[in-house]
């Protein structure tokens, strides 16, 4: 162990010591941002930054299982991801499934797809499908896996699923308009039954959500960090929880 790391491992267990575990985010949003820049600045391809982003995720759950956070998004791939070129495309769609694959074999996790399914190739529907329902049963953080994931398309699909439903009751268009409410909406989110995000983390400098949970994060808190996603350390998410402990919410009141 050099000096740094030592110095660093020091400073980590103070911040720890110093952590208020009444006062840690239940729900932790994270858009996992940076990995092609980090790649670039290493001499590496994208692959290897998406594959050296897949990799921190299992070590970041581990921090917030240490933590007693009770859930955790992360935002693997968006809605303008598909944009994308296709050489880069299908291996990080391809990373993605073997890192879904890895979170359901560990056992510790309970996985849960947001997204949209339809945009995905067969074969992802299929690993997000079997990993959510082999981890059904497991008693660890919910781990929701955003893939195919748009904040916007999150909420027209809530609309939809909605209307289709009292569609399917017979209900008549004048009754679904003085009926809809937000609670009618929260009920058809990817994420019905779970409590919104009190922390969103977003990785590699970027201030923005990009449509990230735009309808969960109305009352979130922000965490903005420089490093990029495969660089973030243990010691850059207990001073996002610190941070967090340090504000005061108030929910508009």
Not at 59 to 81: Q, R
Not at 203 to 218: C, H
Request: hydrophobic content about 40%.
């Amino acid at each position: 162990m050099n000096l740094r790391d030592l110095v660093y491992g020091l400073y980590a267990r103070r911040v720890e010591g110093r952590l208020d575990h009444d006062q840690v985010p239940k729900h932790i949003g994270v858009i996992l941002d940076g990995n092609r820049r980090w790649a670039k600045a290493s001499g590496g391809t994208a692959a290897q930054g998406h594959q050296a982003g897949a990799y921190k995720i299992e070590e970041f759950l581990g921090w917030c299982a240490e933590t007693d956070v009770e859930v955790v998004t992360l935002w693997m791939l968006s809605t303008d991801n598909f944009d994308r070129p296709e050489e880069e495309l299908r291996p990080l769609l391809g990373i993605i499934e073997e890192t879904v694959r890895s979170l359901a074999v560990d056992g510790r996790w309970r996985v849960h797809h947001v997204g949209t399914l339809d945009l995905l190739p067969a074969r992802t529907q299929t690993v997000l499908k079997e990993a959510e329902q082999a981890t059904a049963d497991n008693t660890g953080i919910l781990v929701n896996v955003a893939v195919g994931y748009g904040g916007r398309q999150e909420i027209a699909d809530a609309v939809r699923s909605l209307l289709l439903d009292h569609a399917d009751k017979g209900t008549a268009l004048e009754e679904i308009a003085e009926s809809v409410d937000i609670d009618q909406i929260s009920k058809h989110l990817y994420t019905s039954g779970q409590p919104d995000p009190d922390l969103v983390i977003r990785t590699s400098g970027e201030q923005r959500l990009s449509g990230f949970m735009l309808w969960q994060s109305a009352h979130s808190e922000y965490y903005f960090c420089e490093v990029f996603w495969p660089a973030f350390r243990k010691v850059d998410f207990l001073r996002a929880l610190r941070d967090y402990a340090a504000r005061h919410r108030r929910y508009g009141g």
